[in-house]
């Protein structure tokens, strides 16, 4: 039989990690469900969803956006009027995920922080002050590795998160030539 641990800060971990990864109900997509679902993406991604809702979402607001356009333009609306062409709405995409990687590493230095803070009141060699610290240092390596490898560590966006303008002027350029080019 299995000793139960009585350290509260392990069991909340424990809790709080050992569920499954799933949503809330615990029911993954039945084939069904997921068949349409990959339909969708599918569709999307070969142009397939004109006049009708997108898989995309707006930078702006979060909310779903429409597909407007027709033949070589993308065009997307969202319920509140955003509008945005396919290069725009790449560029703003770029610009909501590096916002979100920068706002993921401050929270984790500030949690990190605040996990230091936490052990300074405790008893210095308790288990649970070297818990706190030992989170708090993967927290530190977690911010350090996302600002390295995805923020580019100061310098330069990697181009997997920035998409640049002279990018997507060469899209812009392509997409208006004509056909028998």
């Known amino acids: ?26 029911n993954m997509p039945k084939q069904p469900e997921a068949d349409v679902i990959a339909r969708h993406l599918r569709d999307q991604q070969e142009g397939k969803r004109e006049g009708n809702i997108s898989v995309y979402s707006c930078p702006d607001c979060g909310g779903a956006l429409w597909q407007l356009g ?15 062409t396919g290069d725009t709405l790449i560029v703003a995409k770029s610009r909501v995920l590096e916002q979100a990687i920068m706002e993921a590493v401050r929270e984790l230095k500030e949690k990190g922080m605040l996990l230091r803070q936490l052990a300074t009141m405790l008893t210095p060699q308790s288990a649970t002050t070297a818990a706190l610290i030992e989170e708090a240092d993967q927290h530190d390596e977690h911010s350090r590795l996302l ?16 998409t640049t303008d002279r990018l997507m002027g060469e899209v812009v350029h392509e997409i208006r030539r004509p056909a028998d080019d």
């Open 1 to 26: 039989m299995q000793k139960r641990c009585r350290d509260p800060v392990v069991v909340w971990r424990q809790r709080i990690f050992a569920g499954p990864a799933v949503a809330p109900s615990g």
């Open 147 to 162: 600002q390295t490898h995805l923020l580019g560590g100061g310098e330069e966006l990697p181009a997997s998160i920035s």
């Open 70 to 84: 027709n033949g070589r333009t993308l065009e997307f609306r969202c319920h509140l009027g955003h509008e945005w």
